[in-house]
């Protein structure tokens, strides 16, 4: 009987379909987009133990320690994830695995979600790990389930490295059973596992020679491979790309890449010398293109291809129409798709290709995003504009307090870095700037690095102030439970991590108040930047949209109001302005009762009593 079964699916569910197939035992991921599905897809399979772990180097350490164990696990982060594992990715390298181990990075490019445009193909190639970058979902599953393979067959962990549009780019894979794999015995073997320089030393050896035999057997993984066409242009690409260039240039020759590291350069050398120009088309940096360029074969790249960014059907074609033409001056790029159209790049992936020039853009008004209705950080930040703050911002839906009309963020580096930047700027400003700066981190990110920042600025004397935002859980990227929920990935029971409790127990005062009770967060920051030490404000409300949480009675806008536009500073999508009949006349604020969650910030900062509830309405009415 078949078993298998054909759908449309992410490129993030074809990893974590591969990833069961694979017989993988194990799962951890700090959620990230565009890689969180991974991990969310792999929690509903009973057969793996998953977990949402506190940051992505405490993942990649579990799915380490079940690797040694001798079951085959997965670690899955986002790009900047990677750097936060990066200590144990370059020792693992050395040590190897029991289990096979992969790590799943998704890139990228454009920053559709991201605070740069890394390129984790260079982590592969520093750490010296195989990096595999597949090209749609069913190469996601497919390389997938040969990472496993590979980690296994030559002692290594496997880089499997994705983009933002092959990971949420929606094409059909077929599905297959799982294989059971037998968990391996455990044998102790300090030389192997316990990295000390004598061992060390030994393992580096081993390493290169692992690296120059995946460099060797690469083009017998199936995986890279030689498409001869007109031998007029020949192009090199992998992942996404490879999909544009096929559909911007149908008649070239390709050499398509499924192992990105190490490169096949024999081969490609081969592929090279059949082709009169050689073209390398891929996102970010020259990574392949000053590979080949080492090894002494000519080709183009990045003069024609910006390093920012992604590229798309028409970038491709254009720079290829401009640069490339036969002897006749007739361009090489066959059968051009209309300049009035942008042409579809496949299923669930045509947004990626940008409009050409010629295409008139609708005069739409800019939508800039915005913090949700009802969202327990509005007031938080509407309080740190009131009181002059310098806020030291951290990453999540949050930041989003930095632009107009909050306005209310100075900085956001990377995950955790507020609390260590608040403390390094109170080392330059002196304390007088400790008295009017905070560090703004949310619950999630404060587990997942902050706690090390407040540890350090309590030990070394400082006057930190740190505001966690608590809302109950990882909100940015679409509501996963962390340690302070009391839920594990997959809803079960756990202990409930009391952040008031860690922050004491690291040195610091901790207050909790209502984030909605804009007078006691105010209260409470005044308290803490006045007072000598490091002090933790907790402002702890539940995220507007978490679980089925109902809303409350919606507010409108009553004759009161004298147009003043307080409220219009809050930045509440369900407030605007063009509302008749007010105290002085002429437009007035309002609000539209189909977004207004009912949370009531809006209400207590109005001086005129011209914002109540709906219920309040129904009962002045009745009076």
Not at 69 to 89: E, F, T
Not at 137 to 144: A, G, I, S, V, Y
Not at 166 to 187: C, D, M, N, S
Not at 337 to 345: L, Q, R
Request: proline letters at 5%; hydrophobic letters at 40%.
């Amino acid at each position: 009987m078949d078993k298998t079964t054909k759908k449309l699916a992410l490129g993030d569910y074809g990893v974590a379909r591969g990833a069961y197939e694979a017989g993988v035992k194990c799962a951890s991921a700090y959620p990230g987009t565009p890689s969180t599905e991974i991990t969310e897809y792999i929690g509903a399979y009973p057969e793996i133990r998953s977990e949402w772990s506190c940051n992505e180097k405490v993942a990649l350490e579990v799915a380490a320690g079940a690797s040694v164990g001798g079951a085959r696990a997965i670690a899955a982060m986002k790009h900047v994830g990677l750097n936060v594992a990066a200590d144990p990715l370059f020792t693992l390298s050395y040590t190897g695995v029991g289990g096979g181990l992969v790590v799943a990075v998704a890139d990228d490019p454009g920053m559709f979600s991201s605070q740069n445009e890394q390129d984790s193909r260079f982590y592969g190639r520093a750490a010296r790990l195989p990096v595999l970058e597949p090209a749609d979902t069913q190469e996601c599953k497919d390389f997938t389930v040969l990472a496993f393979e590979l980690s296994e067959k030559y002692d290594t962990p496997v880089l499997l490295r994705l983009t933002t549009r092959v990971a949420h780019g929606q094409t059909f894979l077929t599905e297959g059973p799982r294989r059971e794999i037998p968990v391996k015995p455990y044998a102790k073997d300090i030389a192997k596992y316990v990295m000390m320089p004598g061992f060390a030393k030994a393992r580096h050896v081993a390493v290169e020679k692992r690296m120059g035999k995946l460099a060797g057997d690469a083009d017998g993984f199936g995986i890279n491979r030689a498409e001869i066409r007109d031998t007029a242009l020949g192009v090199v690409c992998s992942g996404a790309v490879y999909r544009y260039v096929r559909e911007a240039l149908p008649d070239a020759s390709v050499y398509k890449l499924g192992m990105v590291y190490p490169l096949p350069i024999g081969e490609l050398k081969a592929f090279a010398g059949k082709v009169k120009e050689l073209l390398v088309c891929e996102e970010l940096e020259p990574f392949i293109e000053d590979q080949l360029k080492a090894a002494g074969i000519a080709c183009r790249g990045k003069e024609l291809f910006s390093r920012q960014s992604e590229l798309s059907v028409n970038l491709i074609k254009r720079a290829v129409d401009k640069r490339f033409r036969n002897a006749d001056g007739a361009s090489v790029v066959t059968a051009p798709a209309p300049a009035s159209v942008v042409t579809p790049v496949g299923v669930g992936m045509s947004a990626s290709v940008a409009a050409p020039a010629s295409v008139v853009t609708p005069d739409l008004p800019p939508r800039p995003p915005v913090l949700c209705a009802g969202c327990p950080h509005r007031g938080v930040f509407h309080t740190f504009k009131k009181l002059k703050l310098t806020v030291f911002g951290d990453i999540g839906c949050y930041t989003l307090g930095t632009l107009p009309p909050l306005e209310a963020m100075d900085t956001a580096l990377c995950m955790g870095a507020s609390v260590g930047m608040a403390a390094g700027f109170e080392k330059a400003q002196g304390r007088d700037a400790a008295r009017r700066s905070v560090a703004a981190i949310g619950d999630s990110t404060f587990i997942h690095s902050g706690i090390t920042g407040l540890i350090n600025a309590v030990y070394n004397g400082l006057n930190t102030t740190v505001v966690i935002m608590d809302n109950a859980t990882t909100g940015m990227t679409g509501h996963q439970n962390h340690p302070a929920t009391g839920k594990r990935i997959d809803g079960s029971p756990a202990f409930a991590l009391k952040l008031e409790d860690v922050a004491a127990a690291c040195g610091a005062r901790a207050t909790v108040v209502n984030a909605y009770d804009l007078p006691a967060v105010e209260n409470a920051l005044r308290a803490a930047l006045a007072g000598d030490g490091v002090s933790v404000v907790i402002t702890r409300a539940p995220c507007v949209l978490l679980g089925k949480k109902e809303k409350g009675a919606a507010y409108r806008v009553n004759g009161r109001c004298v147009n003043c536009r307080a409220c219009l500073k809050l930045g509440c999508p369900a407030i605007g302005s063009g509302g008749t009949s007010g105290a002085a006349g002429g437009q007035t604020a309002r609000i539209d009762g189909g977004v207004c969650t009912g949370c009531g910030v809006c209400a207590g900062l109005c001086r005129f009593g011209a914002i109540e509830s709906n219920s309040q309405f129904t009962m002045h009415n009745a009076q």
